[in-house]
């Protein structure tokens, strides 16, 4: 499983990184050539892609080291800095893009530069860009779907962002070359805007994953109907989960009679740890704390259970996969 998952994350890795080797090299030469901001914003971006590919493939690699005494869960959160590296990249990337197109449109105005329109070639590229980026989009999530890789998965974002912004420039260059070329240069501040968005959702996703949170509701609520079917378990207190790679490691903190001993109440979080474990897809290891159960626990709602263990961990819940 575990093969085959690492074999389809380098697939979805190697794949972008060849085909936008070719796009970067394209995009630019026709850009500078054919005389369009949009399409040169474009092979500045797919040159970026080149370069966070490599990063990717390099930190992919190395999550795939087995576990060791200093790290026990394995390296598996390799996957989730190497998305923040990524989503670094591109935010990098919309800022440098954003700058130079303001700059021609600025110029523009001023009669500083005066645009002849994109050469007809320029548009092709384009739309083929957007022909290609549909294929990858697609693909591409579903090599996440079935890896639960962050990695692929903020791939296929980009991919998907480079849809839209291919798509933008394919509008700006068209128009720019029926007598609006200011719609050039503004549809290369755009793709500049739609490559920022994307950066900071994979960043806030992946900086996520390196956090201990709380789980969404709908592990929350499946945890706690489990939990209902063990004997000797009265109360589902706190629910805090980490995520390693495809893997999900929870603390879980349950009520229990504070008469039985101690000996009774290992054997309740024994029960917990192999019912979560043997129910739950990707779970790696389990963490029960008990105590005696209290009255303010008695009629508590998933709600009131995750703004308990809220207080202990990071406020924004990311969908972990199941």
């Not at 697609?138 to 798509?167: I, M, Q, W």
Request: aromatic share 8%; glycine share 8%; net charge neutral.
């Amino acid at each position: 499983m575990t093969n085959e998952r690492d074999r389809k994350s380098l697939l979805a890795i190697n794949l972008g990184l060849g085909i936008n080797i070719f796009l970067a090299f394209v995009k630019t030469i026709f850009g500078i050539l054919g005389h369009s901001p949009a399409l040169l914003a474009e092979g500045i971006n797919s040159t970026s892609d080149v370069a966070y590919y490599i990063a990717a493939s390099i930190f992919v690699r190395l999550a795939n080291k087995p576990a060791d005494s200093e790290h026990p869960y394995g390296h598996r959160q390799m996957e989730s800095i190497a998305s923040v590296v990524i989503g670094s990249f591109i935010v990098a990337t919309a800022v440098a893009v954003f700058w130079d197109a303001v700059d021609k449109v600025w110029d523009l105005a001023d009669g500083l530069v005066e645009s002849q329109g994109a050469h007809p070639f320029a548009l092709w590229v384009a739309l083929g860009t957007v022909i290609i980026k549909i294929f990858l989009t697609y693909y591409v999530r579903k090599l996440g779907r079935e890896t639960h890789n962050p990695v692929v998965d903020a791939l296929a974002y980009d991919h998907r962002n480079d849809l839209f912004s291919a798509s933008a420039a394919a509008v700006g260059i068209f128009l720019g070359q029926r007598g609006l070329p200011w719609v050039d240069p503004l549809a290369g501040a755009f793709v500049a805007l739609l490559i920022m968005r994307t950066g900071i959702f994979v960043l806030r996703e992946s900086s996520t994953d390196l956090m201990g949170v709380v789980p969404n509701r709908d592990l929350a609520e499946r945890i706690a109907g489990l939990l209902k079917s063990i004997s000797g378990v009265r109360q589902l207190e706190e629910l805090q989960a980490h995520r390693f790679g495809p893997h999900i490691v929870i603390n879980v903190t349950i009520g229990v009679d504070g008469n039985i001993t101690v000996r009774k109440g290992n054997s309740i979080a024994s029960r917990v740890e192999e019912k979560l474990l043997s129910s739950i897809p990707n779970l790696r290891r389990v963490h029960v704390h008990y105590h005696p159960a209290t009255k303010r626990h008695e009629n508590m709602t998933i709600d009131d259970i995750l703004d308990e263990s809220h207080k202990h961990s990071s406020p924004y819940q990311p969908e972990y996969y199941e």
